[in-house]
């Protein structure tokens, strides 16, 4: 397993694997014991890097290695096999803004990137030359990232969020 999600309620988990594969769970089934409901094996070559529930627990974003990018149904259906944008690089996160407006990538080459919900490419920054986490900040206002190789972010948390906050408020 490579990465998981759990929806808000608690009631499924997603696991993507290293083959590129994304199982689907129901935890709270009636007997206690967990239920699988599906396996799906993405379009892609190579392993999962990121799960997320969409806002609502309706859908869930999948992420590989190879800069891939899907939504699937709960149902295991692809929704939205590929988001566009070059150039494509791996990905090292990806994360949902919490009004489920916004997505955020990072790739393992440093760039962030900014996506409205359906698919288009709104900014993007390089920030790193490394792997860089990205999460949004509880109020969606802005994005804090770190190089993958620091255990803090280069300069002040300040300074980060700014940088980031000024790209997004164009699209807010």
């Given at each position: 397993?490579?990465?998981?999600?759990?929806?808000?309620?608690?009631?499924?988990?997603?696991?993507?694997?290293?083959?590129?594969?994304l199982?689907?769970?129901?935890?709270?089934?009636?007997?206690?014991?967990?239920?699988?409901?599906?396996?799906?094996?993405?379009?892609?070559?190579s392993?999962?890097?990121?799960?997320?529930f969409?806002?609502?627990?309706?859908?869930?974003?999948?992420?590989?290695?190879?800069?891939?990018?899907?939504?699937?149904?709960?149902?295991?259906?692809?929704?939205?096999?590929?988001?566009?944008?070059?150039?494509?690089?791996?990905?090292?996160?990806?994360k949902l803004?919490?009004?489920?407006?916004?997505?955020?990538?990072?790739?393992?080459?440093?760039?962030?990137?900014?996506?409205?919900?359906?698919?288009?490419?709104?900014?993007?920054?390089?920030?790193?030359?490394?792997?860089?986490?990205?999460?949004?900040?509880?109020?969606?206002?802005?994005?804090?990232f770190?190089?993958?190789?620091?255990?803090?972010?280069?300069?002040?948390?300040?300074?980060?969020?700014?940088?980031?906050?000024?790209?997004?408020?164009?699209?807010?």
């Amino acid at each position: 397993m490579t990465s998981s999600a759990m929806t808000s309620d608690g009631k499924l988990l997603v696991l993507g694997n290293g083959r590129g594969d994304l199982t689907l769970w129901q935890i709270n089934h009636g007997n206690g014991a967990p239920q699988w409901l599906w396996t799906t094996s993405m379009s892609s070559l190579s392993g999962v890097v990121s799960v997320i529930f969409t806002r609502g627990n309706e859908r869930i974003l999948a992420a590989t290695e190879d800069g891939g990018l899907a939504t699937y149904g709960l149902d295991g259906s692809v929704e939205k096999s590929e988001f566009p944008g070059e150039p494509r690089e791996e990905l090292y996160a990806v994360k949902l803004s919490p009004d489920g407006q916004y997505l955020a990538t990072a790739s393992t080459k440093g760039r962030i990137r900014l996506w409205n919900r359906d698919g288009q490419a709104l900014s993007e920054i390089q920030e790193h030359d490394s792997s860089v986490d990205v999460a949004f900040t509880g109020d969606g206002t802005a994005l804090v990232f770190r190089p993958s190789t620091f255990l803090r972010p280069r300069g002040s948390l300040k300074t980060a969020r700014l940088v980031v906050a000024r790209l997004r408020a164009a699209y807010i």
